[in-house]
């Protein structure tokens, strides 16, 4: 079994609608992060959580929001979706110390918003 | 603040010849350096990581990088490509606190 899971993988909406990404980890890691990639952009962060009551916003929060709702589980909102919301979701987990550990990353959400 | 940029969002090399891709970083402090390697459908991997330690870092599948601080860079180098190498590259650079920051990515393509 993968050690960060997302669900679901695939995901096609439409305009409007409110959308909620899963991510459900077995690594005991207390930093958990979301981001977003898109062609030619990398990786960009949108939300972090460093424990189950610390959140922090990313580079590119706007229209998005978390929960971190366990130590093993955080899950990304998106309130009312828009197209330019189209992309491929990738959550990570990271040990809980000096920031030379990297981070692991889940399989991804290819989210496309008509 | 902290960045990382990677040149050439596109390499092709033939089957057999080196692999160099190349990362330079602006950082406030020594960083601590990444390279991870994503598959088609998948997510990203690491190969490698820089943490103060030995300048020659070496990784999994053959892959090696050399921490230059006077060039600010990270490359990324294979002697011998090989066909399950395709795949798209991330460098990435951790502030020592909260984030990591990482690269637009290089796509490799090897050609038989």
């Known amino acids: 079994d993968a050690d960060v899971t997302q669900t679901p993988r695939n995901r096609i909406t439409k305009t409007g609608k409110r959308i909620m990404l899963e991510c459900s980890q077995t690594?005991?890691?207390?930093?958990m992060y979301w981001y977003r990639q898109d062609p030619g952009l990398g990786l960009r962060l949108i939300y972090y959580?460093?424990?189950?009551?610390?959140?922090n916003k990313g580079e590119i929060s706007d229209g998005y929001s978390v929960s971190r709702q366990a130590q093993a589980k955080f899950s990304l909102s998106l309130e009312s979706a828009i197209p330019n919301q189209t992309a491929l979701y990738f959550c990570?987990?990271?040990?809980?110390?000096?920031?030379?550990?990297?981070?692991?990353f889940g399989d991804g959400t290819r989210l496309s918003i008509l | 603040a902290q960045s990382v940029t990677q040149l050439g969002s596109h390499v092709s090399v033939s089957e057999g010849a080196l692999v160099l891709l190349r990362c330079n970083y602006s950082?406030?402090?020594?960083?601590?350096l990444f390279w991870y390697v994503q598959y088609p459908n998948q997510g990203l991997q690491l190969l490698l990581k820089y943490t103060s330690a030995a300048t020659l870092v070496k990784g999994i599948n053959g892959f090696e990088a050399e921490f230059k601080k006077s060039e600010t860079s990270f490359h990324l180098t294979k002697p011998s490509a090989h066909m399950s190498d395709a795949a798209e590259y991330f460098c990435?650079?951790?502030?020592?606190?909260?984030?990591?920051?990482f690269g637009t990515g290089t796509s490799l393509t090897v050609i038989p």
């Open positions: 950082s406030s402090v020594p960083p601590y």
């Open positions: 959580s460093f424990d189950v009551k610390d959140i």
């Open positions: 990570a987990t990271s040990e809980d110390s000096d920031s030379n550990q990297p981070q692991h």
């Open positions: 690594k005991g890691h207390d930093r």
């Open positions: 990435a650079v951790s502030d020592r606190g909260n984030q990591f920051y």
